[in-house]
């Protein structure tokens, strides 16, 4: 796998092309290999501009000294019913062999599983009470209900937080009368009280978001629609605060209990129903898929194919006199030198999340809020989801003492969960993810990471101190090492010794230009409205908005491609490619 794709952080002042896309994370890198390898412009017309030193966005894959596997600090997995990530990944099914996959891109990926552990083993940390996370299900096989120290409504005492999503997302679906005849058959009860079963395709879930109406006559939100509902608005009125409160600190997110959109939070709190769906990764690094795509673009570099890296969009603007041959002109600041320059382009291509879209100029013909009101007030549709990642190297996997080999814990504590991602079988040498992405934390932890002194890594197996030394610089501070550590002893209790890790690194990824980890729509917007708006707001410019943001996959690799792919065949005439089946849905 390779991962030195050139990038050019020079310029090229007065550069004409058709194409500018601008970020070069999955969506952007999709645009510009679909559109160069669908023969739709020649490479040198389809140029990407970033300005990062590296490609793939919110992708991030290290490794550490002394570990011989990688660990993830942005995304980090994917779904298998995600068609596009899964057959660019995997290869596309055989037509001849449906056991068979064909490569669609050269560098060779390796796709593995994405371990979840097991409940039986893995941690539950919740008001000072430790339990294992299968202990609902060991209470209900013996006819009990688990008490815990949660003031539960009767109706609700002994279900487990995803038990008790369930429940909510059922009462709510089945109190709309529409739903119930058009889509009940889909929508099951199981053998006990705690089972709950959604056969809903996205098809079906696209089709009930926009309608289903919230019945419930004794209630303040009665007869409004689900969408303009806010999710904690409508999880307090099902199962009181108290089991609000469960469900934030139980389900190991606070981000999935924010007060988002309920409609849309549905589908994602219930998740991909096929039963062989899986969480999977790629053993080269996640960040695997943004490189393999940059390279099949950057084949055509001999024909003029470039990432501009360290080129920052300042603004762009139209009508100039002396765009003749080309509507906009776009203005890069060169990060390296200082110095601005100019390109000339036919239509442009913002592959950016919010923030990076709100650190534009504002005033420029497109989001001049006087002149465009809507595409300002759709901007707004989604929440910045903080997210801080931290991963931590120790001398060996002190966790398997509690039986402990993959997954994660949980916990109400500020550190939420912690995944056990790996050991080094030559060294021992071990990685262990403190990822913290949520709203309610973040100013616990922004506190400990503004503070000056940083952790000073230790030599270990084969991890020398001059090797550990060149990650000075993305290593957490002391101070949140230490209470991050204090936390971990926490939630695992006294019957285990934890050793200090020897390194961190850590990473922010609410700075600019990111803002956010991921992104939550808003209650009261109209997604299947906001969605295609975004992909050409101005109906008579060619300028499209498209990334994971603005997506209904929000948080997935899937949901940047599936954005990318529908503006390609809207806006650009591309067909859907020979490898994605004509069947898959794209979402709205």
Same mark, same amino acid.
């Given at each position: 796998?390779?991962?030195?794709?050139? +990038?050019?952080?020079?310029?090229?002042?007065?550069?004409?092309?058709?194409?500018?896309?601008?970020?070069?994370?999955?969506?952007?890198?999709?645009?510009?290999?679909?559109?160069?390898t669908?023969?739709?412009?020649?490479?040198?017309?389809?140029?990407?501009?970033?300005?990062?030193?590296?490609?793939?966005?919110? +992708?991030?894959?290290?490794?550490?000294?002394?570990?011989?596997?990688?660990?993830? +600090?942005?995304?980090?997995?994917?779904?298998?019913?995600?068609?596009?990530?899964?057959n660019?990944?995997?290869?596309?099914?055989?037509?001849?062999?449906?056991?068979?996959?064909?490569?669609?891109?050269?560098?060779?990926?390796?796709?593995?599983?994405?371990?979840?552990?097991?409940?039986?083993k +893995?941690?539950?940390?919740?008001?000072?009470?430790?339990?294992?996370?299968?202990?609902?299900?060991?209470?209900?096989?013996?006819?009990?209900?688990?008490?815990?120290?949660?003031?539960?409504?009767?109706?609700?005492?002994?279900?487990?937080?995803?038990?008790?999503?369930?429940?909510?997302?059922?009462?709510v679906?089945?109190?709309?009368?529409?739903?119930?005849?058009?889509?009940?058959?889909?929508?099951?009860?199981?053998?006990?009280?705690?089972?709950?079963?959604?056969?809903?395709?996205?098809?079906?879930?696209?089709?009930?978001?926009?309608?289903?109406?919230?019945?419930?006559?004794?209630?303040?939100?009665?007869?409004?629609?689900?969408?303009?509902?806010?999710?904690?608005?409508?999880?307090?009125?099902?199962?009181?605060?108290?089991?609000?409160?469960?469900?934030?600190?139980?389900?190991?997110?606070?981000?999935?209990?924010?007060?988002?959109?309920?409609?849309?939070?549905?589908?994602?709190?219930?998740?991909?129903?096929?039963?062989?769906?899986?969480?999977?990764?790629?053993?080269?690094?996640?960040?695997?898929?943004?490189?393999?795509?940059?390279?099949?673009?950057?084949?055509?570099?001999?024909?003029?194919?470039?990432?501009?890296?360290?080129?920052?969009?300042?603004?762009?603007?139209?009508?100039?006199?002396?765009?003749?041959?080309?509507?906009?002109?776009?203005?890069?600041?060169?990060l390296?030198?200082?110095?601005?320059?100019?390109?000339?382009?036919?239509?442009?291509?913002?592959?950016?999340?919010?923030?990076?879209?709100?650190?534009?100029?504002?005033?420029?013909?497109?989001?001049?809020?006087?002149?465009?009101?809507?595409?300002?007030?759709?901007?707004?549709?989604?929440?910045?989801?903080?997210?801080?990642k931290?991963?931590?190297?120790?001398?060996?996997?002190?966790?398997?003492?509690?039986?402990?080999?993959?997954?994660?814990?949980i916990?109400?504590?500020?550190?939420?969960?912690?995944?056990?991602?790996?050991?080094?079988?030559?060294?021992?040498?071990?990685?262990?993810?403190?990822?913290?992405?949520?709203m309610?934390?973040?100013?616990f932890w922004?506190?400990?990471?503004?503070?000056?002194?940083?952790?000073?890594?230790?030599?270990?197996?084969?991890?020398?101190?001059?090797?550990?030394?060149?990650?000075?610089?993305?290593?957490a501070t002391?101070?949140?090492?230490?209470?991050?550590?204090?936390?971990?002893?926490?939630?695992?209790?006294?019957?285990?010794?934890?050793?200090?890790?020897?390194?961190?690194?850590?990473?922010?990824?609410?700075?600019?230009?990111?803002?956010?980890?991921y992104?939550?729509?808003?209650?009261?917007?109209?997604?299947k409205?906001?969605?295609?708006?975004?992909?050409?707001?101005?109906?008579?410019?060619?300028?499209?908005?498209?990334?994971?943001?603005?997506?209904d996959?929000?948080?997935?690799?899937?949901?940047?491609?599936c954005?990318?792919?529908?503006?390609?065949e809207?806006?650009?005439?591309?067909?859907?490619?020979?490898?994605?089946s004509?069947?898959?849905?794209?979402?709205?």
């Open positions: 796998m390779n991962k030195n794709t050139p +990038l050019n952080p020079g310029m090229h002042p007065d550069l004409k092309i058709e194409v500018a896309i601008i970020g070069a994370g999955t969506s952007g890198l999709y645009t510009a290999y679909r559109l160069v669908d023969k739709r412009f020649k490479p040198s017309d389809v140029q990407i501009f970033d300005m990062n030193e590296k490609l793939g966005g919110r +992708l991030e894959s290290v490794i550490m000294p002394g570990m011989n596997f990688w660990g993830e +600090l942005g995304g980090m997995r994917y779904l298998t019913s995600q068609e596009i990530v899964t660019l990944i995997e290869g596309y099914p055989d037509p001849l062999d449906k056991q068979k996959r064909i490569p669609i891109l050269k560098d060779i990926m390796t796709p593995v599983d994405f371990p979840m552990g097991e409940a039986s +893995l941690l539950m940390y919740l008001r000072k009470e430790r339990c294992l996370q299968n202990a609902w299900n060991v209470a209900q096989d013996k006819g009990e209900k688990l008490i815990t120290r949660y003031y539960l409504n009767d109706d609700d005492l002994g279900f487990s937080s995803d038990q008790l999503f369930n429940k909510v997302i059922y009462d679906l089945m109190a709309d009368p529409w739903v119930a005849e058009k889509y009940g058959e889909k929508i099951k009860r199981g053998k006990t009280m705690y089972d709950y079963s959604f056969e809903l395709t996205s098809v079906d879930w696209d089709d009930i978001k926009p309608r289903l109406v919230y019945n419930f006559p004794n209630s303040p939100y009665d007869k409004r629609k689900v969408n303009d509902l806010g999710f904690w608005n409508l999880l307090k009125d099902q199962v009181s605060q108290e089991g609000y409160e469960f469900l934030a600190n139980a389900g190991g997110y606070y981000s999935n209990t924010i007060n988002w959109n309920s409609a849309e939070a549905f589908p994602y709190m219930v998740g991909d129903f096929s039963a062989d769906t899986k969480y999977k990764t790629i053993e080269e690094g996640y960040d695997s898929i943004a490189y393999a795509i940059a390279n099949a673009y950057m084949e055509y570099d001999s024909e003029g194919a470039t990432i501009w890296s360290e080129n920052k969009l300042i603004t762009f603007r139209k009508d100039h006199p002396l765009l003749t041959t080309h509507k906009y002109e776009l203005t890069f600041l060169n390296k030198t200082n110095t601005t320059w100019k390109v000339y382009a036919n239509s442009i291509v913002l592959a950016m999340p919010r923030k990076s879209l709100e650190l534009l100029d504002q005033n420029n013909f497109f989001f001049n809020v006087n002149e465009n009101s809507k595409l300002n007030y759709n901007i707004r549709s989604v929440i910045m989801e903080p997210a801080f931290i991963l931590m190297g120790f001398p060996y996997p002190w966790w398997k003492e509690l039986g402990i080999d993959h997954g994660h814990s916990t109400d504590l500020p550190m939420r969960q912690c995944y056990y991602f790996g050991t080094d079988e030559q060294t021992d040498n071990s990685m262990l993810l403190g990822s913290y992405g949520d309610e934390t973040e100013t922004k506190a400990l990471s503004d503070d000056k002194i940083l952790f000073e890594v230790k030599a270990a197996k084969s991890a020398s101190l001059k090797e550990l030394h060149e990650l000075d610089d993305v290593q002391k101070l949140m090492v230490d209470e991050l550590m204090a936390q971990l002893r926490e939630l695992h209790g006294d019957q285990i010794t934890i050793p200090e890790p020897y390194v961190t690194y850590f990473k922010d990824w609410t700075d600019d230009p990111f803002g956010a980890g992104h939550a729509w808003k209650a009261g917007y109209l997604v409205d906001v969605m295609p708006y975004m992909r050409k707001p101005v109906s008579n410019e060619h300028i499209h908005i498209i990334g994971e943001a603005y997506s996959q929000q948080g997935w690799v899937e949901g940047a491609f954005e990318a792919e529908k503006m390609l809207e806006h650009y005439g591309l067909n859907r490619p020979y490898w994605l004509p069947d898959y849905y794209l979402g709205y």
